[in-house]
């Protein structure tokens, strides 16, 4: 089952908007992810035909820019891209209206260049240097691009923000769609341990948390997952840390049901792991900044679902976790209310304002080009 949140988000379009046509640069879905997004027939980029593409398409991003050319949406009365890089690029006419569902602006381009060159092992080296000539040139090309949309949506209002710095332009804030029909609570007794679930990548911060916790012998922790950072997770985790590796939706379900909180330490541009949690009952304790600053209730709001902690250190969480274990605060946390919070984020809510949205944006569109006997839009994604 695909969990990861773009194609979460592509599913949930396709229900909003079952007459679409689906445009990607490169199509790397197997027959079960496809089967369970609802996907049909693709049509995709001249990229497509590059021997190996599936396992090197993050090398292609130079080319991707100009890869874009060779997809047609012309036909198309509306045409929705979903970016978080180059999809935002691509060409409309003045007859049709285009709206970005911008998961983020082209990170590596924009606010998280040096992380991305430091994680990268870049900085300070010739490679280095020639990847910044061509970040900068992604940069121009993306924000001359953005202004070729019509009109921006993004996933939270914390990427609202970075869009208004690097394009100069408003969104519409519809969140993600997060599966809580799915995650639900149960009636079994909770366990004693705490819970993190996320691909193993530096800015998850998944050693941090193995760190803190080993610090913490009379504590347990259970680590969901798997990545690039596993030997530096499994180097940070003491005895009470337990990494089970990858596990299925039922599995994550299961172990989240009876865990005392999540933990989350990643500043996130939305983070659906954290609404997972809550959907099955279960208090957050999560990095007060990105998208966790807006799903999950602190202790300073009526019916709080967690606790927010302001240093991404392991030091921090120590504090976190100890203020989260408090009487006075473990009071205040309920399955309910964190069910309750979770709800805002449901997959039908995510349907319904999306496509209320683009109905509302395809009648301004109208109205903006004057009478000339326009029919209900033909989508094209």
Same mark, same amino acid.
């Given at each position: ?16 908007? %079952? ?28 990229l497509q035909r590059v021997r190996g593409v599936r396992r090197y398409y993050r090398l292609l991003l130079p080319l991707m820019p100009l890869a874009l050319r060779s997809l047609d949406v012309s036909a198309f009365d509306l045409v929705i891209s979903v970016s978080h890089a180059v999809a935002k690029g691509i060409r409309t006419h003045s007859q049709q209206l ?53 009109? =921006?949506?993004t996933l939270s209002q914390y990427i609202r923000e970075r869009i208004a710095r690097a394009y100069g332009r408003d969104a519409e804030v519809i969140y993600p769609p997060v599966d809580t029909e799915f995650f639900t609570p149960t009636a079994g007794t909770r366990g004693d341990y705490y819970i993190t679930a996320s691909r193993f990548v530096p800015y998850k !911060? ?53 865990? !005392? ?11 659906? /792991? ?8 279960? %208090? ?7 998208? /966790? ?15 927010? =902690? ?15 274990? /408090?009487?006075?605060?473990?009071? !205040? ?11 805002? =984020? ?36």
């Amino acid at each position: 089952m695909v969990n990861a949140g773009g194609e979460m988000v592509l599913r949930d379009l396709l229900l909003a908007f %079952p007459e679409a046509q689906v445009f990607s640069l490169v199509d790397c879905l197997n027959d079960t992810d496809r089967s369970d997004i609802g996907l049909g027939s693709v049509q995709t980029s001249v990229l497509q035909r590059v021997r190996g593409v599936r396992r090197y398409y993050r090398l292609l991003l130079p080319l991707m820019p100009l890869a874009l050319r060779s997809l047609d949406v012309s036909a198309f009365d509306l045409v929705i891209s979903v970016s978080h890089a180059v999809a935002k690029g691509i060409r409309t006419h003045s007859q049709q209206l285009h709206l970005c569902y911008c998961l983020s602006p082209m990170r590596y381009a924009w606010d998280l260049r040096e992380q991305y060159l430091q994680e990268s092992g870049l900085n300070g080296t010739m490679r280095g240097q020639v990847a910044r000539v061509l970040l900068d040139q992604l940069q121009r090309w993306d924000a001359k691009n953005s202004r070729d949309v019509d009109e =921006f949506l993004t996933l939270s209002q914390y990427i609202r923000e970075r869009i208004a710095r690097a394009y100069g332009r408003d969104a519409e804030v519809i969140y993600p769609p997060v599966d809580t029909e799915f995650f639900t609570p149960t009636a079994g007794t909770r366990g004693d341990y705490y819970i993190t679930a996320s691909r193993f990548v530096p800015y998850k !911060r998944i050693d941090m948390i193995a760190e803190a916790f080993s610090g913490m012998p009379e504590r347990r922790l259970v680590i969901v997952g798997t990545g690039p950072d596993a030997a530096k997770v499994r180097a940070a985790a003491g005895p009470n840390v337990e990494l089970v590796g990858y596990q299925s939706r039922q599995n994550l379900r299961r172990l989240l049901q009876g865990a !005392r909180a999540f933990v989350f330490a990643a500043e996130e541009d939305f983070g659906i /792991a954290p609404i997972e949690a809550q959907a099955c009952g279960i %208090p957050v304790i999560a990095y007060g900044k990105g998208g /966790a600053a807006e799903t999950v209730r602190g202790l300073d709001t009526p019916k709080p679902t967690g606790v927010l =902690f302001d240093a991404q250190t392991a030091a921090g969480l120590v504090d976190a976790i100890r203020v989260f274990e /408090a009487a006075d605060a473990r009071q !205040r946390f309920t399955a309910d209310g964190c069910r309750q919070n979770a709800a805002r =984020f449901s997959r039908d809510r995510f349907r319904a304002e999306f496509r209320g949205a683009a109905d509302a944006a395809w009648q301004r569109h109208v109205k903006k080009m004057g009478p000339g006997g326009f029919e209900p839009p033909h989508f094209g994604l």
